[in-house]
């Protein structure tokens, strides 16, 4: 579903049914290079870097991406509206596709810095960022936010954040469909504790019909995805496509975004192996390269001896590559 719609002289263009959740320690761009392999149709995002980060590192290599996961998204957090305008700026000039505020992180370091699923309690705050970044990019700016945090959790919270932000200019809401707590749970019981209320997206959409509403949460498999595209414009996949990368080419094919058959795991290796010599070939370590290779591992016999040497593996490139050269054969043979 595409949503075209002019704010101010912004257009902004969303085609995305499915995206790849940012997620931090995972989707930098080795593991955003292989999934843009396993799926030409997905979404991707990049791990969120603060404002704050951008505006004082001197190398940015948190702008760095291949040119193979383009159309790629930058999500930023951050709450000051002049940093987030440096920001946008320095995205847009690295040509990302399109500027994501998180809104939704629970984490006690992202609410000591004031950004995050603690912002949804002050939705001026929010407009007045997003304001300010379409001002300084013609990217679409888009939301990732929860459902409501802490004992903000009723509906009427929500509908009045989205309606309030929307009128600052974004016209896409990716929503986590469980509330954030604060106090008393870390960030990974937040993805899990909270009850899922996808209710709460769906009135969304039917309140909103104007936007592009993207839902987050629970999705674990082709039948799930697919009944929530009866409701909404778009699904993101988390954790679930990390522990099963092959789980999102088949949601692809049951969404009907692809024709072409999914890979093998021994085909997407073997073309990840130019791609891990250039890496390797500019001082890349290569336990960071091969780390995302051991999704496509999963429930295979004989795989556990295989995840460990991608765990610890030779540093010099010769061995490297007989290292990928071998598993390629393992993968074949099972």
């Excluded at 959790?153 to 929503?175: P, S």
Aim: proline letters at 7%; aromatic letters at 6%; glycine letters at 6%.
């Amino acid at each position: 579903m595409a949503l075209i719609s002019k704010v101010g002289d912004i257009q902004q263009t969303h085609a995305y049914p499915l995206s790849l959740a940012p997620m931090m320690g995972y989707t930098d761009q080795h593991m955003r290079y292989m999934f843009r392999l396993l799926c030409p149709h997905l979404r991707l995002y990049s791990e969120m870097v603060t404002s704050a980060t951008l505006i004082h590192s001197s190398h940015l290599r948190q702008l760095k991406y291949h040119s193979i996961e383009r159309p790629i998204a930058l999500q930023i957090g951050g709450s000051d509206p002049e940093e987030l305008i440096f920001a946008c700026r320095l995205a847009t000039a690295a040509g990302f596709s399109e500027i994501n505020l998180n809104v939704g992180c629970p984490s006690a370091k992202v609410q000591h810095g004031a950004f995050g699923a603690c912002l949804m309690r002050t939705p001026g705050k929010v407009a007045d960022a997003v304001n300010a970044m379409n001002e300084a990019t013609r990217l679409p700016v888009t939301v990732k936010s929860r459902i409501g945090v802490d004992g903000y959790d009723h509906y009427d919270f929500l509908a009045e954040f989205i309606g309030r932000v929307k009128q600052a200019g974004c016209q896409t809401f990716i929503i986590h469909a469980r509330k954030a707590c604060l106090q008393g749970l870390s960030p990974e019981q937040n993805r899990h504790i909270p009850p899922l209320r996808y209710d709460y997206v769906y009135r969304v959409k039917k309140d909103f019909p104007e936007l592009s509403i993207i839902i987050n949460g629970g999705i674990d498999s082709e039948e799930k995805a697919v009944d929530q595209m009866n409701h909404v414009d778009g699904i993101m996949i988390g954790r679930a496509a990390i522990s099963n990368p092959f789980l999102l080419p088949r949601i692809e094919k049951a969404l009907g975004l692809r024709s072409e058959p999914i890979p093998s795991a021994d085909t997407i290796i073997d073309r990840m192996h130019p791609y891990i010599q250039e890496q390797m070939a500019q001082g890349m370590h290569p336990r960071h390269i091969l780390r995302p290779l051991s999704g496509l591992l999963k429930n295979k016999p004989g795989s556990r001896r295989w995840r460990q040497i991608l765990a610890h593996p030779p540093s010099h490139p010769k061995e490297v590559y007989t290292v990928i050269e071998n598993l390629i054969a393992f993968t074949r043979s099972i």
